[in-house]
């Protein structure tokens, strides 16, 4: 598998190059896919699915996610969903949450406060209640 070093790599998702100072060209051609495409909004998004838009097979996406991100897919998938969920909370609070959380990728509004607790360690309330207790 062919390496780029961080000094050369694009800063594509949360300081993943500096976490690891070389990064596979396909883990970075990933990670640009869906920060770029977004695919992890369509419900029920496999790893299948993100092999076939990548171009690069399971048994070598699989060991990337794991090996380089040290979180499995799903997680990998949830941390994205919350990501684009918080980015949009703003534009998007005439919607239910529930709305939200499908918007982003859940199937479900507990599916989405299980994996947003999982990532922030408090629920989507507490999360916005320790927002404004901050301004």
Excluded at 1 to 19: F, G, P, Q, R, Y
Excluded at 45 to 61: V, Y
Excluded at 62 to 88: A, D, Q, T, V
Excluded at 96 to 105: K, N, W
Aim: glycine fraction near 4%.
């Amino acid at each position: 598998m062919k390496t780029i070093h961080s000094a050369d790599a694009v800063m594509v998702e949360n300081n993943v190059t500096d976490l690891y100072p070389e990064i596979p060209v396909e883990l970075e051609i990933v990670i640009e896919l869906m920060e770029n495409q977004k695919p992890f909004c369509k419900q029920g998004f496999t790893i299948q699915d993100l092999s076939n838009l990548a171009g690069i097979p399971i048994h070598q996406l699989s060991p990337l996610i794991n090996g380089h991100l040290k979180m499995n897919f799903s997680s990998w998938i949830n941390r994205h969903r919350i990501e684009y969920f918080l980015e949009h909370a703003m534009e998007k609070q005439h919607m239910t949450l529930e709305a939200r959380a499908r918007e982003a990728g859940f199937t479900s509004r507990s599916s989405f406060i299980s994996a947003f607790k999982k990532e922030k360690g408090v629920t989507p309330r507490e999360y916005r209640k320790n927002l404004k207790l901050l301004r």
